[in-house]
């Protein structure tokens, strides 16, 4: 197993996944799945929210083919951002990518959704696309289940997917932590050393006084510290700096440069080209998107919260 993988896989056993993917099926009734880079079923099979005609499709051996080369084709085009495609049926896919720095480690899908009502042209489209395969599907169950499919307006499922990226960023900001944290079992020396950088990180560190305060030599202490972290003692440092970077953007008032000292770089060019080599994108850039993803936010919240004040007021004039 590959070190994107593991992480992928404890990121599924988190707690802050598992609430999440309970919440987004229980509130939209569609499914959540986080995966690695490499996948050899479908995501959702199995699922409490799997879509029923996605199951009873898959349940032939051509019908799961075609399933999972729409889940490929979602895959291969989020590569960067989001990306959904359409199935045979019309039932939309999405995949949205986790990221590790400036490194795609894995995807949150979700899906199987329509953005149109079942009809009874669309119907028989998929039924041609079976006799074309060959199969044989009861036409009652197909017809049932069709017509159970998930349906939201393309405006309600863009904002269920703003919604999974902005939690695919919390899980590449939990992946990053991750990875500048020491293994379960790691050494005392390790775990001071951690802390030491913690507390100092904004501080000039050089690594041999580091070592000689781990009463180490420089090479057996960077021997061991990246056995126990994964990383060097450099990058682990970067990273404990660019994370804490991140925090400090998020507040418009502090301007680039400010932040690039506060958290220990001695260079506004150092700083800009190590963010960008962990974060896959400038500070700036990092600061603009988290603003912009808030205010649409705040502008789809709001436009919801008008709709539905909207239906009240027009319900309350029905009922007078």
Avoid at 10 to 17: G, H, W
Avoid at 112 to 119: G, M, T
Wanted: contains cysteine; positive net charge.
């Amino acid at each position: 197993m590959n070190k994107d993988t593991y992480v992928i896989q404890r990121l599924c056993r988190s707690e802050l996944y598992t609430k999440f993917k309970q919440a987004f099926g229980a509130g939209t009734g569609l499914p959540l799945t986080l995966r690695p880079m490499n996948f050899w079923d479908l995501a959702h099979r199995g699922q409490p929210h799997e879509n029923p005609f996605c199951a009873l499709i898959a349940q032939t051996k051509p019908g799961c083919v075609a399933c999972l080369e729409t889940e490929e084709r979602a895959v291969n085009a989020a590569q960067d951002r989001p990306a959904t495609v359409r199935c045979f049926a019309g039932i939309c896919h999405t995949a949205v990518p986790v990221k590790l720095g400036n490194r795609t480690i894995g995807f949150l899908q979700t899906g199987q959704v329509a953005l149109e009502l079942p009809s009874a042209v669309s119907l028989e489209a998929v039924k041609r696309q079976l006799v074309v395969w060959g199969e044989q599907v009861d036409l009652s169950r197909l017809r049932d289940a069709y017509y159970r499919s998930r349906v939201l307006s393309p405006d309600q499922y863009s904002g269920l997917i703003c919604l999974v990226e902005i939690f695919a960023q919390q899980l590449s900001l939990t992946a990053n932590q991750m990875m500048i944290q020491a293994a379960e079992a790691e050494p005392p020396m390790v775990r001071r050393a951690r802390a030491y950088i913690a507390g100092h990180h904004a501080d000039p560190i050089v690594l041999n006084d580091v070592a000689r305060a781990m009463h180490m030599s420089r090479y057996y202490f960077c021997k061991i510290f990246k056995k126990a972290t994964g990383l060097t003692f450099t990058d682990y440092l970067a990273r404990t700096r660019v994370e804490a970077a991140k925090k400090l953007l998020l507040n418009p008032h502090l301007r680039v440069s400010e932040i690039a000292y506060a958290v220990g770089f001695q260079s506004l060019t150092h700083f800009n080209r190590t963010f960008h080599q962990l974060a896959g994108e400038s500070p700036t850039r990092f600061r603009n998107s988290a603003t912009n993803r808030a205010k649409e936010m705040a502008s789809k919240l709001s436009a919801r919260i008008s709709a539905a004040e909207g239906l009240a007021v027009g319900a309350m004039r029905l009922a007078a």
